[in-house]
């Protein structure tokens, strides 16, 4: 099997509601990695990354220098995102919470809708942080010659 990353960077404001910390309005400068894989090449390569960057990019830059909606945001009527959705700086996103873990998963829908070698989705939120989704798991012995 063949793997390649790239990675996409977009940074956004957010909250969690009702968390000790984060329910302040905050922000990140997130890193995507996302991670393709095949079982063959096609002229050498898994995809070209022109290629990836021409699908992927339009969908992360949607994201960047936005206020990042939730659900859960807008039925407790998070007064930030309001205005935010008002004057057009917000993006509402199909998720219960603006975590990095419903963050990579949607990211993985939108991708892989157009990408269809998708094998995980990875948000870093700070440089100590991340989730990572993973739509197929190997076992040890499919990956590993023992």
Known sequence: MFIITRKYLFSAAHRLEGHPKCSRCHGHNY??????????????????????????KPIIDRYDHRYLV???????????????????????????????????????????????????IQVDETEKSSALYVHEVHSAQTMFKV
């Open 70 to 120: 939730s659900r859960e945001n807008r039925n407790l009527s998070d007064p930030y995102a309001e205005i935010a959705l008002r004057n057009g700086d917000a993006v509402d996103l199909p998720v219960d919470r603006s975590t990095a873990e419903c963050i990579a998963f949607l990211l993985y829908e939108l991708i892989e809708a157009s990408v269809k070698s998708v094998s995980s």
């Open 31 to 56: 890193v995507v990695t996302v991670t393709l894989n095949a079982e063959a090449l096609e002229d050498g390569m898994v995809l070209d990354y022109s290629k990836m960057d021409a699908v992927i």
